[in-house]
């Protein structure tokens, strides 16, 4: 059975602290993403990695970095987290294209930064 | 379907009706697309997918439907179970872009008993 597990499921944060989520996936997927999701705006991108210390921009980088020293974990960082980064944080994982291209889900943690 | 401003559009049926949630896309070249559902408190998990070359695919009490000349998408959920109450995702993406995926802002149905 396919898995993809965050860390921890909720987290609460004081503004300026350095935040790590952590994201792994037993599929042996090259691609991993994440995404933060917020009321009625959906998933957004934050970012993806196609492959082990390979990172890109999604939609809605800002305040935030990436880690992915090996394939089955992709960590999310923010520097100096901020209220406007309380949000439910969602990692996935996928193959590279191919026939099966749908995206895995982690449980989702939702952070609050207070 | 898609989200307005921060308002979730929902849709709200009886228990043993048919549900028909819709989503319209925005990218003409994408092939590829994807419903998912997702419970509160959860990650969203896949349902059922469909390509370009396809206008419709069946699962099991769900079925995608797929209108490339409007860019539209729907899912049809026969006999709505309470179980089948979460938010609902559809996702496009397309070969040029690696299949990354983009999100609509989802739908959430509520099945009444």
């Known amino acids: 059975d396919v898995k993809v597990t965050q860390s921890s499921r909720y987290l609460v944060k004081r503004t300026g602290e350095k935040v790590f989520l952590e994201c792994v996936q037993d599929?042996?997927?090259?691609?991993m993403f994440w995404y933060r999701q917020d009321p009625g705006l959906g998933l957004r991108l934050i970012y993806f990695s196609y492959d082990v210390k390979m990172k890109e921009k999604g939609d809605i980088p800002e305040g935030y970095s990436v880690s992915r020293e090996k394939k089955e974990r992709f960590s999310l960082i923010l520097e100096s987290a901020s209220t406007n980064q309380t949000s439910m944080y969602l990692c996935?994982?996928?193959?590279?294209?191919?026939?099966?291209?749908?995206?895995?889900f982690g449980q989702g943690t939702r952070l609050t930064v207070v | 379907g898609e989200s307005v401003g921060l308002h979730l559009p929902t849709l709200s049926v009886q228990e043993g009706d048919n549900s028909i949630i819709n989503c319209a896309y925005s990218n003409s070249a994408s092939d590829y697309f994807i419903w998912y559902k997702q419970e509160s408190g959860k990650g969203p998990q896949f349902i059922i997918d469909i390509r370009s070359n396809m206008d419709k695919r069946q699962g099991q009490r769900v079925t995608v439907l797929l209108n490339k000349t409007v860019k539209h998408l729907s899912l049809q959920i026969a006999a709505t179970q309470p179980g089948d109450s979460a938010v609902y995702f559809c996702a496009e993406g397309a070969n040029y872009a690696g299949n990354m995926l983009t999100f609509g802002g989802g739908t959430r149905l509520m099945v009444k008993p």
């Open positions: 996935a994982s996928s193959l590279v294209p191919g026939p099966n291209t749908e995206a895995f």
């Open positions: 599929m042996d997927h090259e691609n």
